[in-house]
């Protein structure tokens, strides 16, 4: 059976074809629950009525889910509607290795990567029972995370199997169903042992990787024949060419690799995957000049005494190995993940998400808005499923668990304060601004960081005056996110000055000697996690590497162990949290979604789009004056950002912007000839629209996070809003000469923010959470005055009206749009009922902005809905690892 674009399996919706194979058809669709792209794998209607067919396809299901690792395509939810069986699983982006090997061979280095990454996937598989029977290119996906190995469709527990009798029931390539009798895998890749109906084992994929490799290398297949008789005479009784051979380039290291997997015995491969990953990093590792292995002995006599003496040394050691597993053998956790559903009302905004797991593993603490848009901390238990929030948290960021589990320290109200979680009592620690990051020792000891920049410190836990521990050079030196290690002496932090900057990394600062030494060059904090990694974030992909606790040196390579992690990149943290006891938590949001810029008239009607869906960073759209050009900020996963420009009319898009430190939030001039913009390290830039003249810098502020808000009508000032100091945002004014004038004129104990100059440039709209949650307020400007507020059940990404007689916002807890009147008679502002706009529908992003007739709205619409921020909990994340041996 085929489907549609439209029809829908249960609560997918079927987007596009993707391809189809023995084991069923492939399409795309929409999980319209997590409002993500899968991939859906349907058996043909034709092969259910085959008991043995549906067996094999539940098996299918069954076998993937008991895989986790960031090498193996990911098995989502298996269903049957209507007779009709699915499996949904993960959707990659990329191509297969089939597709790329039809251009030619790999370069080296990536058939090396590629190899090891392969057989490091076949590893953990074969761990577990599984050997996959049907590895090739075609099952194969290169994406940018690395490979992807696809399809246990032929997969199989290890166990017995009946030997065929004879080689007719060979499948052909265009069905490789197994039927009754028939073998199972694709001819070219299988090894001797298949084409005989024996049993397989691990082995079996070592051949097929193989040949795998041999193509890869070289672009050929590893056996042919004009005819499948022939291909399988080649297969049982030829050697293909030395890759060098034909690649002169190639290590002869790599010849003797192949070969030893392409071994007609299988006793005289490889015997595990994971002896063949070290092998290809070996080589990798020595390049060109990875050598043949020694020579053997030549006279027989001699060599037969030596292979007879390993033999018995062989068995000895195997059966001492036995032995000792037999005493000592755990199974191996499984991987489990798990989604995390909070309530409905609650609401996570990616730019301040925080998340904090309990040391115990028993509760998650995260930082929230609830159904009155006021940011708290709520509490999630894994053991009730009960949520709950915590009083006298308003404003809450960067929780942190007491290692008792039983408090939770966080930052509020330039405060640092704690609650103890059973009774709910809040008391304040000590004085602190606007805080980036703390971490509480066994000893009742609390490091903090108290300001966006500037040092570490330390103060009890019980409360006092705090004493700074750490020295910086510079005003924009920060240092962050503290974690203690288990010694309660030691803590590791970050320390940078910008995004991506020679000197950021991961330090560790001895409290006793007050010495400070580099750990890791990275771009986020890290984390030390048992029983002895490195936990750390690059862009969206949190890693692990094994550490030595005492030397604090990194061994080996870092591991995947979560993709698709929101990545703050202005505050170098990401958003994971990791407990004692094995469990990872980890959030994702919208960001990984294309949205498609879209014109809606002011009552929600749909008016047409422009240009193709793309990572529009939040609140980064701009429209000219004239209406003849757009600005936006496209950004990757992990949230850095470039300026483009769309000709609205053609939906042409170039770029404007490609500077290291990208391009965020571009604002136009009154006149529409220049467009300000800020970049990553907190520097405020102006280039010509036209791109015909180069960026120069208006002001570079002492902030990693500077967003410009508005453009003054008369063009003399532009409106920025400033993280750092006392508070996570100030508005600042910024002179547009160039001359580096700048002045503040909104910095209160409160954060304001997104500030717009009203259309004649008496006012001064901005957003404030000086009342617990953001409000929409107007000041005059220059002054004098009081402020007015105008919303009153939350607001923000307000805008005026042409005429400036009314002022538009969006309500957070809802997404609604509503527009009040806004009037000054006789020195005082008349502020009307709000109305609502856009058909009373919530406006599904906050990537938005008006066109300059005031008749228009121009939006950044999530592909196929809103994709909300998600939690997953990971339990046995260190299996993906590779084990420690036990002392």
Known sequence: ????????????????????????????????????????????????????????????????????????????????QDGVEFLVMEYLEGETLADRLAKGPLPLEQTLRCGTEIADALDKAHRQGIVHRDLKPGNIMLTKSG???????????????RTIESLT??????????????????????????????????????????????????????FSGASQASLIGAILHTEPPAISAGQPASPPALDHLVKTCLAKDP????????????????????????????????????????????AVVAVLLAAALILRNVARRTSPSPIIRTAINLPAGLHIDPQNASLAISPDGR???????GPDGRQKLWLRSFESLEVQVLPGTD???????????RSLGFFSGHRLAKIEVSSGSVQTICEAGDGRGATWSREGRIVFSAAAYGPLSLVQAAGGTPVVITRVEGATRTHRLPRFLPDGKRVLFFSGTGVNAPDNGIYCLDLDSKKISLVARENSGGIFAQPGYLVFQRADTVLAQPIDLATLRLTGSPTPIAEGVWFNMPRWIGHFSVSDTGLLVFGGASLTQKSQLTWFDLSGEKLGTVGDPEYFHVGGIAVSPDGNAIAVSIADPAGRADVWLYDPRRGVKTRFTSDPTGGYHPVWSPDGKQIAYGDANGTILVKAGDGTSPARKLFSLVSANAEVSSWSPDGRLLAIGVSGGKTTYDVLLVSSSGDGKSQPFLSTPANERQARFSPDG???????????????????????????????????????????????????????????????????????????????RPVPTETFWPAPDGKRLLLAVPVGGEAPYTLTLVNGWSSMLEPREQK
């Open 1 to 80: 059976m085929s489907f549609s674009a439209g029809s829908r399996l249960g609560p997918y919706e079927i987007l596009s074809p993707l391809g189809a194979g023995g084991m069923g058809e492939v399409y795309k669709a929409r999980d319209t629950r997590l409002e993500r792209t899968v991939a859906i794998k349907v058996l043909p209607t034709h092969l259910s009525a085959s008991a043995e067919v549906r067996q094999r396809f539940e098996r299918e299901a069954k076998t993937i889910s008991q895989l986790s690792h960031p090498h193996i395509c990911a098995l989502y939810d298996v269903g049957n």
């Open 363 to 369: 509760r998650l603490a995260v930082v929230a808005g």
């Open 169 to 222: 029931s060979v499948p052909t390539a265009a069905k490789e169903i197994t039927r009754e009798g028939t073998i199972l895998g694709t001819l070219s890749y299988m090894a001797p042992e298949q084409l005989e109906g024996k049993t397989a084992d691990p082995r079996t994929d070592i051949f097929a990787l193989g040949a795998t490799l041999y193509e890869m290398a070289t672009g050929k297949k590893a």
């Open 267 to 310: 006793e005289e491969r490889w015997q595990s995957a994971r002896d063949l990953a070290s092998e290809l990093q070996w080589i990798d590792q020595a390049g060109s000049s990875a050598g043949t292995p020694a020579p053997t002995i030549t006279r027989r006599k001699k060599q037969e005494r030596l292979w007879q003496a390993v």
């Open 762 to 840: 008496t006012w001064l709209s901005y957003v404030s959470d000086e009342s617990g949650r953001d409000e929409l307020y107007v000041v005059p400007f220059p002054g004098p005055g009081g402020k007015t507020q105008v919303s009153s059940s939350g607001a923000n990404q307000a805008f005026w009206s042409r005429d400036g007689r009314a002022i538009a916002y969006r309500q957070p807890a809802d997404g609604k749009l509503f527009a009040v009147d806004f009037n000054v008679r006789g020195g005082n502002v008349d502020i009307g009922p709000p109305r609502s706009l856009f058909g009373g």
């Open 147 to 161: 490979i992807k190995l696809l399809d246990f469709g032929l997969a199989k527990v290890l166990e017995p199997q």
């Open 395 to 405: 404003g809450a960021t960067y929780p942190f668990w007491s290692p008792d589990s």
